[in-house]
């Protein structure tokens, strides 16, 4: 069979390829590497009789001494039952690999081994699962194991993902429409755009991450994305105008204690009725107080949700997302997390990924992500192919530590 290995495959080749293939994915596109700008990369590729058979971004870590290590996120991007292709393109990577001074090249490829509701939770796995891994171990790899853990591997092992609904809106379980009529009540309205929406939605992602501790991205990080996916990039804003709320809170206030004032002294039932509404508008008005004396007592929108997604191909990845907690009564997040699921199937995709879960389905983002009926995709996980193997045995604990600085 005639291959051809090329490390510098053209972004429009690439690119077609990659977003017309099965395992299409957006770490595997062109302008991912330009996103991670802090590595080197290569854009590999295999022809066969002229026609591109393989591609794979393999994203290029510099380490102490000269080293460095290669890693393919969701890739590389080909038919992985063809063993033949599969091992004539690892072994011209490896050669590459030798001569660059590569410890160890790293691969976690986008095949699916089990596909599930989360209420259906099983151990489950497709027939085909082994035939990827003697492949994968033909070609001197090593797996990492049925991780269940995030934090286990760079990229999550099971995600929760909506696939393409013609009326996404009717297949919701009736506690979400009731949370976004909650949403509706308050006047929560949707809006979406790009590079103008930019700080509003920094603002909720640095709120996030106070809140929970966590390091995130920041601004220039947003702003990378938007500038090298301007076609398939959006903001989702959920926004309030708690000036109108405070308003129509205030007259309903007048018009309970003109109700509260009529009332005969029989009615008591009616009376109790009155003031417990009483009770609860006041209660508003009180919240509303609070953040007037931060945003000021103006007649505007105000942000109190976001997302950050990428429409590639025929997938979407809701990469980002940040809410300001004192809104969380409003539940923001329900309603702008479903108009993004609209924006994404008429843009023709099969799926909108919401990111990474716990093997377990038993934390706080698989309950919240649970509201809106995704599957959960388990994947095959990550394997290693040691090019200096004892330099390898060195380096992993070393490894774990880059890890854990976002990659």
Known sequence: MSYLFFKNINQEEFDEFVKNHEYCNLLQ???WAKVKNNWDHLYTG???NNELVATGLVLIKRLPLSYCMYYLPRGPIMDYKDKELVQYYFDQLKKLAKKDHCIFIKFDPAIHVNDYDSKSYNINRYK????YLDIFKSCKATHHGYTMSIADTVQPRFQSNVYSYENIEETLPKHTK???KDA??????IIHGQGEWLDEFSRLVELTESRKGVALRDKEYFKTLLENYPEGSVIFLATCNVYQLDKEAKEKKVQIEKEIDAIPENAKKKLHRLEDQLQSVNKDINEYKKIFDEFGQEDKEIAIAGILSIQYGNTCEMLYAGMDERFKKFMPQYKEYVENFKWTFEKGCSWSNMGGVEGTLDDGLTKFKDNFNPTINEF????DIPIYPFMYRLTQKAYKILKSKHM
């Not at 085909?128 to 035939?131: A, N």
């Not at 095959?380 to 394997?383: L, Q, R, S, T």
């Open 46 to 48: 295999v022809y066969k």
């Open 184 to 189: 509706d009540r308050r006047n929560v309205q």
């Open 128 to 131: 085909d699962t082994e035939i």
């Open 380 to 383: 095959i996980g990550e394997f």
């Open 29 to 31: 596109s062109y302008n």
């Open 178 to 180: 009731r949370l976004i």
